[in-house]
């Protein structure tokens, strides 16, 4: 099973920028497509950016479309994702996740089912 290890939250002001990652453990990362999920406090996760294994095709939950940008790092088996113009409802707990099956499309991520989910890194954007 991959380990997934999520940081670089933390506090920050409304408009401001965050830049998370996810550092995968194992030599099945490369063929996955990878995504960000969140939790906000009394709310299900939901769905946030997906990247497919290539890196090459991308799909936004259209919340954040046009204020983030997913990435990945095959090398590094690491995944980013880039936040700005960060709003106080963009915050929440932030887990990445690897898709169930190899070289699956990024779109297909927003609506997979997970069982394992690492800890999450926290994100608070105050007003």
């Known amino acids: 099973q991959v380990q997934l290890v999520e940081s670089g939250g933390g506090l920050v002001q409304a408009g401001g920028s965050l830049r998370l990652s996810c550092a995968a453990s194992g030599r099945t990362f490369t063929n996955y497509a990878m995504a960000w999920f969140r939790q906000a406090p009394g709310k299900e996760r939901e769905f946030v950016a997906a990247?497919?294994?290539?890196?090459?095709?991308?799909y936004y939950a259209d919340s954040v479309k046009g204020r983030v940008t997913i990435s990945r790092d095959n090398a590094q088996n690491t995944v980013y994702l880039q936040m700005n113009s960060l709003k106080p409802e963009d915050t929440a707990v932030y887990y990445c996740?690897?898709?169930?099956?190899?070289?699956?499309?990024?779109?297909?991520?927003?609506?997979?089912?997970?069982?394992?989910w690492g800890q999450g890194t926290q994100v608070t954007v105050s007003s």
């Open positions: 990247i497919n294994w290539r890196g090459s095709s991308t």
């Open positions: 996740n690897r898709d169930t099956s190899p070289l699956r499309t990024a779109e297909s991520m927003a609506t997979r089912v997970f069982y394992y």
